[in-house]
Each structure stands twice: as C-alpha cells, then as structure tokens.
C-alpha cells in the first residue's frame, strides 16, 4: 500500500472502536521490528520521527526507508508522522520531503521548551493546518503542555503543570481545523513519567473523558505513553544498566482512553527499554561478540515483541485489511469540497 494520511488511519480507527500505535523510529532496525510486529498481527501502523530522528537519521534515509516499508508490506496500512513539529517551517519541510502527516505542537514556542499563549499556538496550528490539507496531509494540534523531555524537545516538569482545559481544547479543534488532538492529562515524556502506580491523582483520565463528551467525533492522541514494564527495566539493570525505579502510563489505562475517543497512542520508550535491555544481555553473556548483527538482530525482536503487544492490546490487530488507501490526491479534494469535514462536533456542557 502507499504511504497513507494518519487521518485516514484514525477515522477507521474511529469506526472501528480501536487505537492505532504511533512508533518512533530513528534508524532501519526500528522499521523493520516495527513493519514485522504490523504483519504478524495484521495491523494498520503509523511510524513516527520527531526532529531528533531526522537530524540524527538524516531526512533522505528516513523518507526512503519508509518507503521501502511500504514496498515490502503492501498488505499494511502505514502512514509517516512528523513528531512535535516545532514551526511552520519544519512542518512544510516534512510535508515537502513527503511525511503524510505531521504534528504541529505549538504548545510551545519555537524553542521546543517554552509554554506558548493559547493564541500562538491557534494561530501557528492553523496556518500548518491549510497549508497541510490544501495538499492532502494530516495535522495533529497539541493543547496543553506535555510534562517531561524528549529529544530536546518539551517542558519539563511534572505533567500536571499544565493539563488541558476542555473549553480552550473545544475552542482550539474549531479554530484550527485539526484531525486529531494531543491533551495534556499528566502524561511525561521519557522513562521517568510516575514516581509510583499511577492513580487519579495523576493521570487525568477523567479530564479525557470530559474532553472527549465536548468532543465525541475528535481524535484525541495520547503522548507519553509507554507503559513502562518492569520486565524491560529489570533486564537493562540485570546486565548493568542503572534505570532507577519508575512507572508508565498502564495499558489499561490507555485502553480506557481507547473507549473514549483516543485513536493515536504514542509509544517510544519501551521500545527503547526493549532494544537497550536485548543488547545488554548480549554483551554481558558473549562478551567476544563484535559483529553488529549478534546483538542488532536479538534488539530488533525485542522491539518487535513489544510492538505487536500494543497493536493487540490497542485493538488495531487485525485490521490492516479493512480498506484501501485513499491517495493523498484524493485527501486533498476531499479536504476542498468538504466531505474531510475539519469542523468538530461540539457537545453542549
Ligand atoms: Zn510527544
């Protein structure tokens, strides 16, 4: 299948009561453990870079990459999503390389730690999203301020500092004209997001749950979640690794969010965990071991038995087969005549 746009992944997701996995990637290895997790589970998948990925993989890699998983895995859904876009500029960069979708997070400033003035970020979002759907592409809008850092990119901080408030997210989908929207419900970014299990404390989901009633027909995009396994820290420090004592964002969780309205579910960091933990075993027990390929082959299975354990438990299992790509031509008509409606549902309080 050619590259498709996350909003077409996401309405059927929509349809189809489920959530679609949003795996970051910077190197062949992660595409591959990715691209096979999608064929054994039959799943339709978005792949993601942020601007860490593309300075350290360099654009023409990433984009020729992706497309060589779309040539090898015709059967499967796959759409490339720009991560945290800083500004205009690195969203039309992305969208010229051919991302088919990508994410405006102007949550902040330019900078990529700053929080920006709710008018900033409707005026930058709306002007990424015409630009993006005149030629066909998806947009993501972030509302709310994720806690924690990521590549460069974020905050800081706790993710209560600045949870989403569901007016300013009902004013921010009208004004913008988004197809999916980030909140902010006490997510972080990285390994470190919880100092124990998480509880209503914080992680809001019923601040999602109330988004989502204001909202019932806007994708909403969890960021910051892994879920951190204690299975996949407990490798890294076996094999003399130092991760202290953290907790993620539980899949149960996430498949609450699922039910209400979440459709994209970003996951990075176990994968991470998975491929740090697979290469330091290797080391440990074979240490004459030198080829790359003995300790890159055991990490691109762990990321993949990861992988296709989020695409089970979020439901997209089983669903590449659903429908067929809409070109990217076709996007952008429909996005003309409005039959792509970009207006959201809004629910009375
Ligand atoms: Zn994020």
């Known amino acids: 299948m050619p590259l498709v746009t996350t909003r077409q992944l996401l ?19 992660q595409i591959q ?15 993601q870079a942020s601007r860490g990925a593309r300075k350290f993989a360099q654009d023409n890699y990433l984009y020729h990459l992706m497309l060589a998983a779309a040539e ?39 900078d990529g730690k700053t929080p920006a003035t709710f008018e900033e970020n409707v005026e930058v979002t709306k002007k990424v999203a015409d630009y993006a759907h005149e030629r066909g592409i998806s947009v993501e809008g972030e509302i709310g301020v994720l806690g924690g850092i990521e590549d460069g990119h974020g905050a800081g901080g706790s993710g209560l500092d600045h949870v989403t408030d569901p007016d300013q997210a009902v004013e921010f989908a009208e004004r913008t004209g988004v197809d999916s929207l980030a909140i902010a419900i006490g997510t972080s970014h990285g390994a470190y ?50 991760l202290k004592e953290t907790w993620g964002v539980p899949v149960e969780e996430i498949q609450l969010g699922i039910k209400n309205g979440v459709r994209k579910i970003n996951v990075d960091t176990d994968n991470r965990l998975a ?26 299975a762990a990321m993949q038995k990861v992988v296709a354990q989020r695409m089970t438990q979020f439901g997209q299992a089983g669903h590449a087969g659903d429908y067929t790509a809409i070109s990217i031509a076709d996007m952008a008509k429909g996005y003309a005549n409005g039959t792509l409606v970009t207006k959201p549902l809004i629910a009375a309080k």
């Not at 997701?13 to 959530?19: Q, T, V």
């Not at 096979?36 to 978005?46: D, G, R």
């Not at 290469?279 to 082959?297: A, G, H, M, N, Q």
């Open 11 to 29: 309405d059927e997701a929509a349809k189809g009561g489920y959530g679609v996995g949003a795996f970051n990637v910077n190197d062949m290895e």
């Open 33 to 47: 453990a990715i691209m096979e997790a999608a064929k054994e589970t039959n799943s339709p998948v978005i792949i």
């Open 72 to 110: 090898l895995y015709p059967q499967i859904p796959l759409a490339m999503h720009l991560d945290h876009g800083n500004s205009f500029e690195t969203c039309e960069s992305a969208i010229k390389l051919g991302f088919t979708s990508v994410m405006m997070d102007g949550s902040l400033k330019p």
């Open 193 to 242: 997001k919880f100092t124990k299990k998480p509880d209503g404390s914080v992680l809001k989901m019923d601040l999602l749950i109330a988004i989502h009633k204001r909202l019932p027909n806007t994708h909403l995009v969890m960021h910051g979640s892994s879920s951190v396994p204690k299975d996949l820290q407990d490798i890294i420090n076996q094999y003399g690794g130092k």
């Open 275 to 300: 491929i740090t933990g697979a290469i330091r075993k290797v080391f440990v027990e074979s240490p004459e071991k030198f080829d790359p390929r003995d300790y890159l082959t055991p990490a691109r």
